[in-house]
């Protein structure tokens, strides 16, 4: 069993950023690939980002293409998400979450096997 815990969120205004982390512990080495994933209130959950552990093979959605960067601290067990050039639209709460699988689709919340609780982005206009 993985275990995630998330950090980094806050209330931010539009246009500035945020850098959002992700711990993992326990069976890391079980782990093949990270993603982001947020839901905003009303709203189902959607992707934001994915990563190999090794680093390459990044995925992100449309939404956010070109603000956000994801990568991944092997040493540290932890992934980042940075997100810069924030929108209103952007607020959501922000799940980590942890597949054991290559071959899954990427984007696909049901790919992954473990999840953390979330960290909450709130951004003003």
């Known amino acids: 069993q993985v275990q995630l815990v998330e950090s980094g969120g806050g209330l931010v205004q539009a246009g500035d950023s945020l850098r959002l982390s992700c711990a993992a512990s326990?069976?890391?080495?079980?782990?093949?690939?990270m993603g982001w994933f947020r839901q905003a209130p009303g709203n189902e959950r959607e992707f934001v980002a994915a990563i190999r552990w090794s680093g390459d093979s990044t995925y992100y959605a449309d939404s956010v293409k070109g603000r956000c960067t994801i990568s991944a601290d092997n040493a540290k067990n932890t992934v980042y998400l940075q997100m810069d050039r924030l929108k209103p639209e952007d607020t959501a709460v922000y799940y980590c979450?942890?597949?054991?699988?290559?071959?899954?689709?990427?984007?696909?919340?049901?790919?992954?096997?473990?999840w953390g609780q979330g960290t909450h982005v709130t951004v003003s206009s």
């Open positions: 979450a942890a597949a054991q699988s290559y071959f899954k689709n990427p984007i696909s919340s049901f790919s992954y096997d473990a």
């Open positions: 326990g069976r890391t080495f079980s782990t093949r690939r």
